[in-house]
């Protein structure tokens, strides 16, 4: 491997390890919203209809077109920031509703749970790939470059969405078959 190469290397891993933090205070402060009794109710019932008769590679589809926009040049950072930021809420509004769950910290929940990390990374991955790309055109590099990376990128974030999802489902159900239970599901 060449140096140029170890260095493309080095900055794509920090590049990548930034937006894994990004997302997990963006994630942290969306966790931190107070949110009503009524408001937790309301947003329960939304995601009860949304996850309605999900399955695992239910799971998988809706994380994956989650994921994807998140490769577009610049929009996909702003876009993997408001999914970061929704995902806290519903840990808000969850935890409004199911006290218990309030005593877990919320990055917690994202770093130790598998599907947890499955997705974190699939998501920095993107955005992280966005930056990248965007950082490019305005730099004028172009992008022809960035392809094989890009699609080899894509590969990796689809993979790691489908393990997650079926394992998701399965953590999800084993729940239910102990008798845990979360408003909504």
């Given amino acids: 491997m060449s140096w140029e190469m170890l260095r493309i290397s080095r900055n794509r891993l920090v590049v990548f390890f930034v937006f894994m933090g990004v997302f997990s205070a963006v994630f942290q402060l969306g966790s931190m919203s107070e949110v009503s009794e009524e408001d ?5 019932e939304q995601f009860e209809e949304l ?19 998140m490769f577009l ?48 990374v699939a998501y920095s991955t993107a955005t992280s790939r966005s930056w990248i790309i965007i950082t490019s055109l305005i730099k004028k590099k172009g992008l022809q470059h960035h392809i094989i990376p890009t699609v080899m990128e894509i590969g990796i974030v689809v993979g790691l969405l489908l393990a997650g999802g079926f394992l998701e489902y399965y953590m999800l159900e084993m729940a239910k078959d102990e008798g845990f239970t979360i408003p909504g599901m």
């Fill in 40 to 44: 937790a109710s309301i947003f329960m």
């Fill in 51 to 69: 996850i309605k008769d999900i399955d695992g590679p239910g799971i998988f589809l809706h994380n994956t077109f989650i994921a994807l926009p």
């Fill in 73 to 120: 040049p610049g929009a996909g950072i702003v876009w993997g920031m408001v999914s970061a930021a929704a995902t806290g809420y519903a840990f808000a509004a969850i935890t409004t509703l199911t006290p218990e769950l309030g005593k877990i910290p919320p990055l917690a929940i994202l770093y130790l749970s598998p599907f947890g990390i499955m997705e974190l």
